[in-house]
Each structure stands twice: as C-alpha cells, then as structure tokens.
Nanobody
Framework: QVQLVESGGGLVQAGGSLSLSCVGSGLTFSAYAMGWFRQAPGKEREFVAAISWKGGTTVYADSVKGRFTISRDNAKNTVYLQMNALKPEDTAVYSC??????????????????WGQGTQVTVSS
C-alpha cells in the first residue's frame, strides 16, 4: 500500500535549523506533487510548502518563505524540508502528503492520495 514516512524532527533552539525527510513507497513517487503541512496544538493543519512532480516548481506559505526550502530526489523517493532560522511559532507536527494535483496541496483540499504519520518539531525560545 501507499506509505509516506517522515523523519528528522526534534528539539532545536530558536534560530537553529532542522532538515526533515519523507520517504514514499507503494506509489510512483515521481508522478506526484508533494507537500509539507504542519499542525500545532489546538490549531488546524496548515500548508507549509509544495513541490511539483519534477521539482521545477515550489510554493511556500508566507510564514516560512525565505526560511524553509522544499526539495525532492525522485531516485530516492524522498522529499525534503530544510528549515532554517526556526522560530518558536514553527513548533508543530510536520507531515508530508502526496497528490496528483499540486493545486490541491497548495489549497489544502483533502483528501490527498496519502499522508505520512508526522514528525514533531519543537523550537525553544
């Protein structure tokens, strides 16, 4: 079955960096747009970043633009999220998603083809 598995979360001080990875299996990874979302306690899940199937187009939420970078390696069935200059408000569970439509990911219009289980990112002040 389709499976997405995130890794790389952890605890970091404000201003620090973390790199998240999401490995896909059970799908033709290179055919799917990929996205990162996050959900903080008591808040709704929000869109963070998306990347097209070939990686040529990326889109970011305003809150992370200039600090986060999404990339992908289709040979490794992996999408990455490099997070720099982290802020306490970036604390959340980060999840990746796959869908044939990048617009659906950007618009946060579920259901998507698949979700990962999430990885916790905690930024201390």
């Amino acid at each position: 079955q389709v499976q997405l598995v995130e890794s790389g979360g952890g605890l970091v001080q404000a201003g620090g960096s973390l790199s998240l990875s999401c490995v896909g299996s059970g799908l033709t990874f290179s055919a799917y747009a990929m996205g990162w979302f996050r959900q903080a306690p008591g808040k709704e899940r929000e869109f963070v970043a998306a990347i097209s199937w070939k990686g040529g187009t990326t889109v970011y939420a305003d809150s992370v633009k200039g600090r986060f970078t999404i990339s992908r390696d289709n040979a490794k069935n992996t999408v990455y999220l490099q997070m720099n200059a982290l802020k306490p408000e970036d604390t959340a569970v980060y999840s990746c998603a796959a869908d044939l439509s990048m617009n659906r990911i950007i618009s946060n219009k579920e259901p998507f083809v698949s979700w990962g289980q999430g990885t916790q990112v905690t930024v201390s002040s």
